[in-house]
């Protein structure tokens, strides 16, 4: 029933910075203050109180929201709450029921959506720079949609963000449910409930494909994919808990539980070994150990658990007094080298580079290093060298438009150009779009 929907063009990789300077993007989005400290362990976190990997949050659609061992009081009713990789934020429902991200002291609101009570939201997740959720309609249809996460526009797809383009197949109930996602750079998957008459069924977007490709994995509900997209947890038709590896047609894997009594929500802590979930009564955890486990009890109200996986910001200490030496090193420690380039849905390489004068520095690259030049009528051989290793080796043949993309910004000699060119890469005038990553 549902038809393919056009690949996006727009491809930015999770780098590992605070999500919530990412609101700053957009003008008329709130800004955090550039004064302020990010907190306590990780990116966002509350005075006074240490958050670290791990930390469990519990959200029961009340303004009380639990962080570890203390009560946070939200602006309002915060529903399906999950935490951002980095920790910096938290994506939930508030009580309009919009999608809505916010700092977990409750500060610093961004409702990303539009109310409408004509629909019911469910489920947010975070997928690089996305927020995933399930959106049903009052005919019983659900999609599952995606919005940008810090509320800008990315290309071509607006801040309100799209229907999330995958195929279930022809012939098939359009009901999506409890998307769950993968944050890695390479999987790219999105887990979700797909519901036919017959039952529930867990199936894959894999966006680590040269066409995004859906598929079924097993009969089931509630599904958790692993932070890497190396395992899945679901709850089988039996209603107990199992693990088996997202692939198609899997086996049924793992029994967890026995008489786990309705689980849902369930959540992977960061280190694998425990999958926390939600019963009528209770927030429980069981040991992903083999057999069938007894369980934990977290707490003795219920509501929706998340671990926090808590990467913090990555700083490269880079000093000098060459521009030119100082860009090379920013680039070595921020991108890996490439031994042949192939640009793709994936790929974990940089896609772009930048070039200009450090006098005059260009803008950033959609994807790729920022590199500086000392001579605005000389290509310098660092950056040169710079180039080959993080773009790699580009095989023979490659169309004009499929290679490597260099842009190259304020007054630089058009002989840089042609030098460019000739190494076999695709010259750029002017800056790139901002949010635009190269197809």
């Not at 070039?355 to 994807?367: E, K, N, T, V, Y």
């Not at 290509?379 to 438009?401: S, Y």
Request: hydrophobic fraction near 35%.
């Amino acid at each position: 029933m549902r038809s393919s929907v056009a690949r996006r063009t727009a491809l930015v990789a999770a780098a590992a910075t605070s999500l919530a300077l990412l609101v700053a993007a957009c003008t008329g989005k709130p800004n955090p203050t550039p004064t302020e400290a990010d907190g306590d362990g990780v990116l966002g976190g509350i005075s006074g109180v240490e958050l670290s990997e791990g930390t469990l949050l519990i959200s029961n659609g009340t303004s009380r929201v639990q962080i570890g061992d203390v009560t946070v009081t939200f602006p309002g009713p915060v529903t399906d709450a999950v935490w951002s990789p980095d920790g910096s934020r938290i994506a939930y429902v508030d009580g309009d029921g919009n999608i809505a991200t916010a700092r977990p002291d409750g500060t610093d609101v961004l409702v990303l959506t539009t109310t409408d009570r004509s629909v019911v939201r469910s489920r947010p997740t975070w997928a690089r720079q996305w927020i995933l959720y399930a959106e049903r309609k009052a005919d019983g249809t659900s999609t599952l949609r995606s919005i940008p996460a810090n509320g800008c526009a990315i290309g071509d797809i607006p801040a309100t963000g799209q229907e999330w383009p995958m195929d279930t197949g022809e012939g098939t109930s359009y009901v999506d449910l409890a998307p769950n996602g993968a944050n890695t750079e390479r999987p790219m998957r999105l887990a979700f409930q797909h519901n036919e008459p017959s039952g529930p069924e867990i199936w894959i977007n894999d966006s680590n494909q040269r066409v995004p490709f859906t598929y079924k994995v097993v009969d089931g509900s509630e599904p958790a994919i692993t932070l890497d997209g190396q395992k899945l947890a679901y709850v089988g038709p039996d209603g107990d808990i199992y693990v088996t590896i997202p692939n198609v047609g899997a086996p049924a894997g793992t029994r967890l539980t026995s008489g786990a009594g309705k689980p849902t929500r369930l959540a992977w802590s960061p280190d694998g070994r425990y999958i926390a979930y939600a019963t009528p009564d209770a927030v429980q955890r069981v040991s992903t150990g083999g057999g069938a486990n007894a369980p934990t009890t977290l707490f003795t109200t219920t509501g929706v658990p998340s671990y926090l996986y808590g990467s913090d910001n990555v700083l490269f200490p880079v000093t000098g007094a060459d521009p030119t030496a100082l860009s090379v090193a920013a680039s070595q420690a921020r991108w890996p080298q490439a031994t042949m380039y192939a640009p793709g849905q994936g790929y974990l390489g940089a896609f772009t580079a930048s070039i200009g004068l450090a006098s005059q520095p260009p803008g950033r690259s959609g994807h790729g290093p920022v590199l500086l030049l000392g001579s605005a009528d000389q290509l310098d051989p660092r950056v040169v060298a710079e180039l080959g290793r993080v773009f790699g080796t580009i095989p023979p043949n490659t169309p004009p438009l499929a290679r490597p993309r260099v842009y190259v910004d304020g007054p630089v000699s058009t002989a840089i150009d042609q030098e460019l060119s000739q190494l076999g890469y695709q010259v750029v005038r002017g800056r790139p779009a901002p949010g635009r990553a190269p197809p």
